[in-house]
């Protein structure tokens, strides 16, 4: 099986939206079994990254006398003793490399969809190769 490598990052909400539009498509069995092992793959790599990024919260995060991590105004966002630590360490987060099954594009060459999620796809598992 083919195998494409992926910066994390782009594994982002655009990214799964594509994939959950292609596992609701009928789509050829080879295709399907490949989406799956995508999905799952994915989900095991996010799971991972989810946790790294709390670590980097909790440790760059301002906390107050109880030890809680602060939130801005809005409360939308942690606010961060050292932005400059977390935004390079986040960043090197962000570029880290995974492996994912690849995706031929002629497995999906009957399937609708938008340019966004085709470019999302494009950028991570779908190999454009003929």
Same mark, same amino acid.
């Given at each position: 099986m083919a195998e494409k490598t992926v910066k994390i990052g782009l594994l982002n909400s655009t990214f799964q939206l594509a994939l959950t539009n292609l596992v609701e498509q009928p789509l050829p069995v080879k295709a399907s079994f490949l989406l799956v092992q995508i !999905? /799952? $793959? !994915?989900? #095991?790599? @996010? #799971? !991972?990254? $989810? /946790? *790294?990024?709390? #670590?980097?919260? @909790? #440790?760059y995060g301002k906390k107050d006398e109880a030890g809680e991590l602060q939130l801005n105004e809005e409360k939308t966002q942690f606010l961060l003793e050292d932005e400059a630590g977390f935004v390079a360490e986040f960043a090197e987060l962000q570029n880290l490399e995974v492996t994912l099954p690849e995706l031929p594009m002629s497995s999906i060459e009957n399937v609708s969809l938008s340019? *966004?999620?085709l470019k999302a796809l494009v950028n991570t598992v779908l190999n454009t190769e003929l």
């Open positions: !999905t /799952e $793959e !994915t989900a #095991k790599h @996010l #799971k !991972t990254y $989810e /946790e *790294v990024r709390q #670590k980097l919260i @909790l #440790k340019p *966004v999620l």
